[in-house]
């Protein structure tokens, strides 16, 4: 099975500010994505992270706004930029492996005052 | 209208009990069907997971039954623990999508003493 850890696991911010969390797998995986979740409500995908190119994001969802990294198979950032309230939430970090079991991340929650 | 719809919401039940959640999709064609448990303040951990052809899997208290003509899954436990308050999230893996998972809202269960 795999580990996923993200730094940091929560933070406050000003708005207008960026936040960059960063998401580190245990062992290989195929595929990395990256999850909001509102509270009480359901994960909402933003975007899959594919390594060495362009994220693939959701509909909804843009790369000026929510920029992605993979520079490689275990590790994927995620920033939140010009960050408004509306974007408080807990972003998620997920990877799926061989079996295609997914893991998640334990979450990074973000207020933005 | 969300295409994974899970009742109830809410369950609070006594430890020692058994329960039985109910998950509803209508995501067509798919090529897996799971449950997760969220833990407050945590992500998402896989209890089971069941491809079409598949009726049933355990894993410990967890079993989960799946009926791919009517389009309904339950999650049943048994001889619930305080440890088992948590939110039960229903996930289909959808092919139209690119095997994107498409997550319910959960049924947030609380097992008290």
């Known amino acids: 099975s795999a580990v996923i850890s993200q730094k940091p696991s929560r933070d406050i911010c000003q708005r207008g500010t960026s936040l960059t969390i960063q998401c580190q797998v245990d062992s290989q995986v195929t595929m990395m994505f990256w999850y909001r979740q509102q509270p009480g409500q359901s994960l909402t995908l933003i975007a899959t992270a594919n390594q060495g190119s362009e994220a693939t994001y959701e509909s909804g969802f843009v790369i000026d706004k929510f920029p992605i990294s993979r520079p490689n198979l275990t590790f994927s950032t995620l920033t939140v930029s010009n960050m408004s309230p509306e974007d408080s939430s807990i972003y998620l970090c997920?990877?799926?492996?061989?079996?295609?079991?997914?893991?998640f991340g334990p979450g990074t929650r973000l207020t933005v005052l | 209208k969300n295409q994974v719809e899970q009742s109830p919401q809410s369950l609070i039940i006594l430890e020692g009990k058994n329960c039985t959640l109910q998950c509803n999709y209508t995501v067509s064609p798919f090529s897996n069907l799971r449950w997760y448990k969220q833990d407050t303040g945590r992500g998402p951990v896989s209890l089971t997971i069941?491809?079409?052809?598949?009726n049933t899997k355990s894993n410990r208290r967890y079993t989960a039954t799946l009926d791919a003509d009517t389009k309904q899954s339950s999650l049943h436990i048994t001889a619930s623990q305080l440890s088992d308050s948590a939110s039960y999230i229903c996930?289909?893996?959808?092919?139209?999508?690119?095997?994107?998972?498409?997550f319910g809202a959960g049924t947030i269960l609380r097992v008290k003493s």
């Open positions: 997920s990877a799926r492996d061989a079996t295609d079991t997914q893991y």
């Open positions: 069941m491809t079409f052809s598949e």
């Open positions: 996930v289909v893996n959808c092919v139209e999508y690119g095997n994107k998972l498409v």
